[in-house]
DNA sequence: CCGTCTATTTATAATTC
DNA sequence: TGAATTATAAATAGACG
């Protein structure tokens, strides 16, 4: 249900806590690195304030801010979240723009991951479908020997393989020109009796029987 | 002397101000989403406490934290060490953070919803592998004969149905006794000389020509 | 404006020294 | 053990639609 995977390296890392303290610190400490420099780098490319805290496995604390402290940040947050609070008590109807761009960004965002995330599961299970008909077909093609356990069985494999052996006798003909409607070739001879049957393997693509 | 530029892609960029607005908006964006699933990352993997706010160009407040508010990890730092209590804040807590609060909730749920997109775009990418392979395989025994331009590449093609008759004759010989190998059939007749076509069209499989 | 693609750079897990 | 190396995955700038 969740994201089972991070990161980039050899292999990838199973999204759940790093239980060997050893490893878990080691990781720590790259990683922090890595969020301090992209947050510093978010803070001077856009001009934008952006305030971290990371507390290691150990305890210690490790903050960043593109101000003068962490708190600045806060309470520019804090002053936002208050100003959302504001509404004019004459003009109830009025809502101050800053909420409605914050909390409906929000919204559309949730709203959107909600609807990628239906449709992939749409995708997933149509895939899985047209899958699953792909492999059935692929075992009458290819079946195990072992387990048909009928000479009815067996046929019913070959008449469909036969069909598909016809089209291609038939295309086969065609590109010899159409005249040699019976054709031999080194090691195989296949000989036809009617057009009926390749008519019928021609429109049983899609559906076994 | 410092680092002066930063980023991957095609080319490096000046770590300095993207003075095109939209630009900037559109790195903001790409920049942040980066910046918290790292942030999520390190906060699952080393089980511990992570706390991050951004505003973007416009203004728009984003924020994380591993536990239920980013109030809660600024507490927890707070309460660590003077660090970052360099300013006391003039008026403390006048403004309860429950706007704040609301956003982390916001953000941790988009995280999680991000999470699933990606489980699922990796299953997704799976399928779309084997249902591809197995398409082709399909390919093989059901060609299209309007495809078909040359008659080496319908023997490609015959070869490698032909090994599933073969393998069907088989079972069905083995069925019967083992006893007549040549199978007759009300209107098809179908002889095999070798078994090395068998082995060529078995691993002629991905590409024609 | 927003997604997609691709070449390139970064980040980094595993491995080596 | 831990710093350096290597192989691999992720991030992402720029281009295109």
Redesign the interface.
């Given at each position: 249900?969740?994201?089972?995977?991070?990161?980039m390296g050899r292999t990838k890392?199973v999204?759940?806590?790093?239980e060997d303290p050893t490893s878990?610190q080691q990781?720590?400490s790259k990683?922090?690195d890595?969020?301090l420099?992209?947050?510093n780098?978010?803070a001077?490319?856009?001009?934008?304030?952006?305030?971290?805290?990371?507390?290691?496995?150990a305890?210690e604390?490790t903050?960043y801010s593109s101000k003068?402290?962490?708190?600045?940040?806060?309470?520019?947050?804090?002053n936002?979240?208050?100003e959302?609070?504001k509404r004019s008590p004459e003009n109830p109807n009025e809502q101050p723009l800053?909420e409605i761009?914050?909390q409906s960004?929000?919204e559309g965002?949730?709203v959107e991951?909600?609807a990628?995330?239906e449709s992939?599961?749409e995708?997933?299970n149509k895939?899985?479908e047209?899958?699953s008909e792909?492999?059935q077909?692929?075992r009458y093609?290819?079946?195990q020997?072992e387990n048909?356990?009928?000479?009815q069985e067996?046929?019913a494999?070959?008449k469909f393989?036969?069909s598909?052996?016809?089209?291609?006798?038939?295309?086969?003909a065609?590109?010899?020109g159409g005249q040699e409607f019976f054709q031999r070739?080194?090691?195989?001879?296949?000989?036809?009796?009617?057009t009926e049957?390749m008519a019928a393997a021609g429109t049983s693509?899609g559906r076994m029987y």
């Open positions: 249900m969740f994201n089972l995977h991070c990161s890392l999204m759940k806590k790093i878990r990781f720590y990683r922090k890595t969020i420099k992209k947050s780098e978010l001077v490319l856009c001009d934008v304030d952006v305030g971290l805290l990371m507390f290691s496995p305890g604390v903050s003068e402290s962490l708190e600045d940040v806060m309470l520019l947050a804090m936002k979240a208050g959302l609070n800053t761009l914050t960004k929000h965002k949730m991951k909600i990628i995330v992939h599961e995708k997933l895939l899985k047209s899958l792909a492999q077909k692929i093609y290819e079946p020997v048909i356990n009928s000479v067996a046929d494999y070959e393989i036969r598909a052996m016809e089209l291609i006798q038939l295309s086969k065609k590109l010899l070739n080194e090691n195989v001879a296949v000989s036809f009796v009617n049957d693509r």
